[in-house]
Structure formats: C-alpha cells, structure tokens
C-alpha cells in the first residue's frame, strides 16, 4: 500500500472510530527515502500531509485529550521513525517553512533540514480550506487523494467560501474568513484575495472594502464533509 493510501485509510479509521494502529505502524516503519520517492512532488506531498494532519488532530484530541496549545507543538507524529508535530506539518511542510506569526511574509530561520527536504515546493493557498484545527470556523474534513487532489482542493475552496463570504452591497463591504488575515502572504496579500474572490466566487471587489469575519474556536470536531 502506497504513503498517501496509509495516510487515506488512517484518517477512515479515526472517522469511523475504528482501530487505526496498523496505520500508525506502518506509518512509523516506512523508510524515509521510501517516503521521499513516493512524496516525490507537491499533489503527492499535499494528499498526503493533509490528510496525515487532520487524522493526528482527531487522534491527539479524541483519543489523547491534548490541548490548545500543546497539540500543536508536541512531536508526537511517528513518520519514518522521526517526529513531527501538526506545526511541523502545517508551517514547516505544506506552507514551506513559514514563520508561524509572520501572516506568511517570513520564514523561519529555525527550520531543520529533514522539513526543508519534505516540504512543498510552492505554497498553494487552498491547503487552509482543507486543513482542519477542531474550531467551528475550520474547513470539513476531506479525504484528499493523490489522484484527485487537484479537483479536491478546487472543490474544498469553491465550498468554504462560498459559505464564508458575505456581500454587504448597502455598505460596499465584503465580508470574508479570518484565514486570509492570518496567511495574508500565503494568498498574495489583499490584491490576491480579491483575486481568488473573482476566480472562485466571480465576485467583482473594486470599491468593496474587506471586512475579515471574527473566527469561532468553539470546539467543533468530527466536522466531516459530505462531498468526498
């Protein structure tokens, strides 16, 4: 079985609250050069980490009741017999070593070699529509594969913020997720939002001022999308 059929089949069984330690051992005993050639490019590497987070956020606070902040910095994913933690996952390999409080514009200096060799190549802003932290204003979780992962990813952005994005024509505002504030880099800074906003939504923004919605961290978790 392929990485990113591990990493698919680990997050079905934390969905279905099926034993998932096959999954976590097979995972752990892959070789790291394996991992490397399969993970070979970025539909691969994304597919994969994606899926790897939102499964280990599910785990680390259903099954290990780990809490905020600790589950986000704690090394506690066995890949390869090293560890990662969801930051190293999230920072480090799918947004290519972004400084965590950065909105994206810096890297971290602090990034070891074994992340710097996993990670993407180009950061693709769609991975904050599909990643999921456990709050009421994530995005669902999907089942991201590396086959359809384009579509995926596609189809993840067009129904976040189709539910996210408010136009207030009266006031000439727009009211949109909280993610573009924080990853403001990551989509190309305000011009880019605009941007995504047309290609997604086909909403025309010149003369709108964006307005970024507070964000709920009401706990929220199995929020499993329908689509896939």
């Given at each position: 079985m392929s990485v990113n059929k591990i990493s698919e089949q680990l997050l079905l069984a934390v969905k279905t609250n099926q034993s998932h330690d096959d999954f976590l051992s097979q995972?752990?005993?892959?070789?790291?050069?394996?991992?490397?050639?399969?993970?070979?490019?970025?539909?691969?590497?994304?597919?994969?980490?994606?899926?790897?987070?939102?499964?280990?956020?599910?785990?680390?606070?259903?099954?290990?009741?780990?809490?905020?902040?600790?589950?986000?910095?704690?090394?506690?994913?066995?890949?390869?017999?090293?560890?990662?933690?969801?930051?190293?996952?999230?920072h480090g390999i799918l947004r290519k070593y972004r400084y965590k409080y950065s909105l994206g514009f810096l890297p971290n200096i602090f990034t070891k070699k074994l992340i710097k060799r996993l990670a993407v190549d180009d950061i693709d802003y769609r991975i904050h529509f599909a990643l999921n932290c456990g709050a009421k204003s994530c995005p669902p979780i999907a089942f991201y594969s590396l086959e359809k992962i384009e579509a995926q990813l596609q189809m993840a952005t067009l129904s976040f913020l189709e539910g996210e994005t408010d136009i207030l024509e009266e006031k000439k505002e727009i009211h949109v997720t909280q993610l573009f504030k924080w990853f403001l880099a990551d989509f190309g800074g305000k011009s880019g939002i605009r941007e995504i906003l047309n290609e997604h939504l086909r909403i025309e923004s010149k003369g709108y001022e964006l307005i970024f919605k507070p964000y709920s961290w009401e706990e929220d978790l199995e929020n499993y999308s329908d689509d896939f």
């Open positions: 995972l752990e005993k892959y070789s790291l050069d394996q991992l490397e050639k399969e993970l070979n490019n970025d539909e691969a590497k994304k597919a994969f980490w994606i899926n790897i987070y939102n499964a280990f956020f599910q785990i680390f606070r259903k099954f290990n009741q780990i809490d905020k902040p600790e589950i986000y910095k704690e090394k506690l994913i066995n890949i390869a017999s090293e560890k990662f933690s969801l930051d190293d996952v999230e």
